[in-house]
């Protein structure tokens, strides 16, 4: 049964067929932000006080990160405009609708991974995935 919450329901072969674009855009955010929290980090150097204040705050009082943010918003864009919900980027998860028959849930997808092997429910998260049917356990953690 359609699930109106979502434009777009998954399959396992459509989520593993983007998983190399993904891939790719994955790793340029996590650079992105990593390159971001070094440059906070020596700006804080300076002023201690900057690492109390939210994101948008730190780019209004230091306008030259804001590439930085441009850079991240454009490649969130990218990453959902596939129709996936970007869940945590230092962990690299991705959560893809999934008509499991009964219910809508997620397939999960983490970084690395070379295929999607996992799902959980829409109200779990990455601690409660489940293994796909015939899915390698071995990605799971």
């Known amino acids: ?5 979502f434009d777009k329901l998954f399959s396992a072969e459509e989520v593993n067929e983007l998983i190399p674009r993904l891939e790719v855009l994955m ?6 932000v990593r390159q971001m929290r070094a440059r906070i980090a020596e700006l804080s150097k ?10 948008p705050e730190i780019l209004e ?3 030259e990160l804001r590439a930085y943010g441009s850079a991240l918003a454009e490649t969130v864009s990218q990453i959902e ?3 996936c919900i970007l869940k945590d980027v230092d962990q690299g998860l991705l959560d893809f609708p999934f008509d499991m028959g009964e219910e809508v849930v997620f397939l ?9 092997v996992a799902w959980h429910s ?3 998260g990455f601690a ?6 015939g899915a390698r356990k071995t990605y799971l953690n």
Do not use: H
């Not at 790793?27 to 992105?32: A, F, N, P, S």
């Open 81 to 83: 405009a596939f129709g």
């Open 27 to 32: 790793r340029e955010l996590q650079m992105t």
């Open 128 to 133: 409660s995935r489940q293994p796909l049917p």
């Open 108 to 116: 999960c997808w983490q970084y690395g991974e070379p295929q999607v």
């Open 1 to 5: 049964m359609p699930d109106s919450r």
């Open 46 to 55: 300076g002023e201690p006080a900057l690492l109390t204040l939210e994101l």
């Open 122 to 124: 829409i109200d779990g």
């Open 61 to 63: 009082r230091f306008p």
